[in-house]
């Protein structure tokens, strides 16, 4: 699959299969992500790799905000990959911050490793939602964290079983402006 046409196909899935993630997909998902790029080449990332339906269920019914629409999922699908960064370390020089972007760099090098995992399960034929409405710190504890390592977020995983509609983007000419902004 070209890399455009899994842009155009990745949908958030709510709905997965109980049909297992073979071990070499989920290698190559995670290979994927490894070779993102990171400020300063410091793959701050982590990644939990859940199986265990226990611990799947934990994770969703002490962690996920009540209400949250991915809980099924989370409970349901084979994987759940709670994605971790070491802090102060990306947008870090010498131990001090090297943006006004400060300590939060690692969300964006997250960010970069997670799409490319999302865009390579997608090429799988695979489907993967993305959990931020959660509590980080539950997810740490249930996890064992080491201090210093924070959960960014989790994507679910699996075989989907719902094929959702794209939802409406807005067109290129409403997000693209050149030269800087107009004047007021």
């Not at 969703?60 to 409970?75: F, H, S, V, Y």
């Not at 959990?131 to 390592?149: A, D, F, R, T, W």
Request: hydrophobic content about 40%; proline content about 6%.
């Amino acid at each position: 699959m070209e890399v455009l046409e899994a842009i155009k196909k990745r949908r958030s899935i709510r709905a997965f299969k109980a049909t297992p993630v073979s071990q070499s997909a989920l290698d190559t998902i995670l290979e994927a992500g490894r070779l993102a790029p990171s400020w300063a080449n410091t793959q701050t990332w982590r990644w939990v790799v859940v199986q265990d339906p226990d611990v799947k269920l934990r994770i969703a019914e002490q962690a996920l905000r009540p209400g949250n629409r991915g809980t099924d999922a989370a409970k349901k699908a084979p994987v759940v990959i709670a994605a971790f960064a070491e802090l102060n370390k990306a947008g870090f020089r010498d131990g001090q911050p090297a943006t006004d972007k400060g300590g939060y760099w690692y969300m964006f090098d997250a960010g970069l490793a997670l799409e490319n995992m999302a865009l390579t399960a997608t090429s799988l034929g695979l489907g993967t939602l993305f959990i931020g409405g959660m509590n980080s710190k539950e997810v740490e504890k249930i996890l064992k964290s080491p201090q210093g390592c924070t959960c960014v977020i989790l994507m679910i995983l699996g075989h989907p079983d719902e094929d959702p509609e794209a939802r409406p983007r807005k067109e290129t000419a409403e997000l693209v402006l050149r030269d800087g902004f107009p004047e007021k």
